[in-house]
């Protein structure tokens, strides 16, 4: 009923940019927190960066200063700028929403979706 796509990953060289897109779409009702989340090979899933309805942000450490988060309430979409992107930064990211959606016998119901990931390289 509900989906998150997304899109922007590639493979781009140290100091450079990309700029992630993740659409949901479906039965919504509201977008609650949005986020991406990265993941390299070995390591756990960590956030990158969220953003509430009202636009407060959280970023990671390791991001601050070079990525932005952004979304498009009338889009339901959220948005990663990625600058001055590091070989450490090669991940496959993932988007994630706390939606509440339409349901067809229970009304509208919440649940934290996941889109299925785009990989982000970043080497020369």
């Known amino acids: 009923q509900v989906q998150l796509v997304e899109s922007g990953g590639g493979l781009v060289q140290p100091g450079g940019s990309l700029r992630l897109s993740c659409a949901a779409s479906?039965?919504?009702?509201?977008?609650?927190?949005m986020g991406w989340y990265r993941q390299a090979p070995g390591k756990q899933r960590e956030l990158v960066a969220d953003?509430?309805?009202?636009?407060?942000?959280d970023y990671a450490d390791s991001v601050k200063g070079r990525f932005t988060i952004s979304r498009d309430n009338a889009k339901n979409t959220v948005y990663l700028q990625m600058n001055s992107l590091k070989p450490e930064d090669t991940a496959v990211y993932y988007c994630?929403?706390?939606?509440?959606?339409?349901?067809?016998?229970?009304?509208?119901?919440?649940?934290?979706?996941w889109g299925q990931g785009t990989q982000v390289i970043v080497s020369s």
């Open positions: 479906g039965s919504i009702f509201s977008i609650n927190v």
């Open positions: 953003i509430t309805s009202g636009g407060s942000t």
């Open positions: 994630r929403a706390d939606i509440n959606y339409y349901t067809d016998y229970a009304g509208v119901s919440q649940y934290d979706f």
